[in-house]
């Protein structure tokens, strides 16, 4: 398993809330999916990465744990680890913390793979980019 590192910071806005007065679920995910985008781009996978060559990365496993609620006003941060990758395959955790104790509120267990947008299918990562996350694996 890899290091943690950073790849989310915010805060949780009032128009968040449900109806529970509590962040929506809905809104959890949006933070880990914000955190997903910096996870690929430190492994080569930007925006221009994807535009360029016809890739994509789909989820195919998303397993989510609420362990506590956050309200507007709380600071939170996502922390990525990187759990594996393969040839066409990436395992990853985000653990949304609540900033004020380092509390772990939330984690989203995932897997994605990478995806030939024209042949729609699954391809293998650039060698970079598997490179880069076996180093963050470690």
């Not at 929506?24 to 955190?35: I, M, S």
């Not at 040839?87 to 990478?114: C, Q, Y």
């Not at 980019?129 to 470690?138: H, Q, S, T």
Request: hydrophobic share 40%; net charge negative.
């Amino acid at each position: 398993m890899g290091t943690p590192f950073e790849t989310y910071r915010g805060a949780v806005y009032p128009w968040e809330h449900d109806m529970m007065e509590h962040m929506n679920v809905r809104f959890y995910v949006a933070k880990f999916d914000e955190g997903t985008w910096h996870l690929f781009g430190k492994l080569g996978m930007t925006a221009g990465y994807f535009r360029d060559n016809q890739r994509t990365m789909g989820a195919v496993q998303q397993n989510l744990t609420y362990q506590r609620e956050l309200f507007a006003g709380d600071l939170l941060v996502v922390r990525t680890e990187v759990l594996a990758i393969t040839e066409r395959k990436l395992h990853f955790i985000h653990r949304m913390h609540d900033v004020a104790n380092d509390e772990v509120v939330a984690s989203a267990d995932m897997i994605g793979v990478h995806i030939d947008r024209k042949a729609r299918k699954a391809t293998p990562f650039p060698d970079e980019v598997l490179a880069a996350g076996r180093e963050l694996a470690k």
